[in-house]
C-alpha cells in the first residue's frame, strides 16, 4: 500500500522524510508499539513516538492503553488506520483536482496582461480598469501569451487524474 504514489507522498510528509517511512511500514505491518518499531527499524525510539503522535494527530493511527497488572506501567498500542489514509488522499485529490480545472477554466477564458517588471498579472477586466498601465510602476502592461500555461496546467491535470485513478482502482 505503501509503494502507492498518493499514499507515498503523504505519508512522507508527515513523517518529514523518506528515511522515516520505515516506521509507517512496521505500523502497517502490524507492529504495535513504539518500541518494536524501533528494533524492527533501527530508528531511535524518540523519533518513532514524535511521528506515532502525529499521525494520531491527523487521525491516520489510534492506540489503546493499557496497564501492566504486574508493573503498573502504562503501554500503548498502535494501530495504522488505513482507511483515514484512503479517505483522506480521496478528499485531497478531489479537491486539488477541482482546483487545477477551476485554473484551467480561469486561464482558457481569459486574457492576461503583466508589468513588464514583474508587478503584476492582470485579467482583461482588472486591466481595463487600471487603463492598462501597472498599478506598482505605472509602466504599460504586455498581453500574455498564456499557451504554456495551459499546457502545463493540462499535463499537471493528466498525471493528478491518472495517479488518482490507479489509487482508486486499489482501493475501491
Ligand atoms: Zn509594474
Not at 514524535?50 to 502504562?74: C, H, I, N, V
Not at 503583466?114 to 503584476?120: F, S
Amino acid at each position: 500500500m505503501i509503494d502507492d504514489p498518493l499514499v507515498k507522498t503523504l505519508l512522507t510528509n508527515v513523517v518529514e522524510d523518506e528515511s522515516n517511512l520505515p516506521i509507517v511500514e512496521a505500523l502497517n505491518d502490524g507492529l504495535d508499539t513504539d518500541e518494536a518499531i524501533s528494533e524492527k527499524t533501527g530508528i531511535k525510539l524518540n523519533i518513532v513516538r514524535k511521528f506515532l503522535y502525529k499521525l494520531y494527530d491527523m487521525g491516520l493511527a489510534s492506540y489503546k492503553r493499557s496497564k501492566d497488572p504486574e508493573t503498573q506501567w502504562f503501554t500503548y498500542s498502535w494501530k495504522f488506520e488505513k482507511e483515514e489514509v484512503i479517505n483522506r488522499i480521496k478528499k485531497d485529490s478531489e479537491q486539488y483536482l477541482k482546483m487545477l480545472n477551476d485554473e484551467l477554466e480561469r486561464e482558457e477564458n481569459n486574457m492576461f496582461f503583466v508589468c513588464p517588471q514583474g508587478h503584476v498579472r492582470l485579467d482583461f477586466d482588472d486591466a481595463s480598469d487600471y487603463e492598462f498601465l501597472c498599478p506598482v510602476c505605472m509602466e504599460e502592461l504586455e498581453f500574455q501569451d498564456n499557451a504554456e500555461t495551459i499546457k502545463q496546467i493540462k499535463e499537471d491535470l493528466k498525471m493528478v487524474e491518472s495517479n488518482f485513478d490507479s489509487f482508486n482502482k486499489k482501493n475501491k
